[in-house]
């Protein structure tokens, strides 16, 4: 009865062996590092908010002036002078917290939102040399332990993407 039972599993699991999957497996973080279009999305990215960023950073610069003439002339100044003082590098202090944290948040929304239309780009060029080279599955080189170099698309999808930018 277990010599039958082994045999018709043999026979059944003979198909299922022959209709092995051929995977191949892809570097995400590498494919995005060596994109042309991530440089020209920085640089976009750049222009977009140099207005604001040099407005904070000269915010930063002042509030250090006005830290050193604190220190420098503080000894010197009235009273009145230097609650003056205060007031103005606490007002500063304030703006600058407010437009530094809104360009944050503003920064990294739009960060995200260039990285997810680059995604797209990625994964539509992974379906295609996918479908073109006929592999069932592809999985990110992240989840595999051992996967033979040849197996890696990465190369081939970077140089998909360089083709159409």
Do not use: C, H, W
């Amino acid at each position: 009865m277990v010599n039958r039972t082994l045999v018709t599993l043999a026979f059944l699991a003979a198909p299922m062996m022959a209709q092995a999957e051929k995977i191949a497996v892809v570097d995400m973080g590498g494919v995005f590092e060596q994109l042309p279009q991530r440089e020209q999305t920085s640089q976009a990215l750049k222009a977009e908010f140099g207005d604001r960023v040099a407005e904070v950073q000269k915010m930063q610069d002042e509030m250090r002036g006005l830290v050193e003439k604190q220190q420098r002339d503080g000894a010197l100044m009235s009273d009145a002078q230097k609650t003056e003082l205060v007031r103005k590098m606490e007002s500063l202090k304030s703006d600058f917290q407010l437009k530094g944290k809104a360009l944050d948040e503003d920064m990294r929304r739009r960060q995200g939102e260039e990285q997810n239309k680059l995604l797209v780009q990625v994964q539509k060029a992974i379906n295609a040399i996918a479908e073109k080279e006929g592999y069932d599955m592809v999985l990110q080189s992240g989840a595999v332990i051992y996967v033979k170099p040849q197996a890696d698309i990465s190369a081939k999808v970077v140089e998909a993407l360089s083709k159409a930018n």
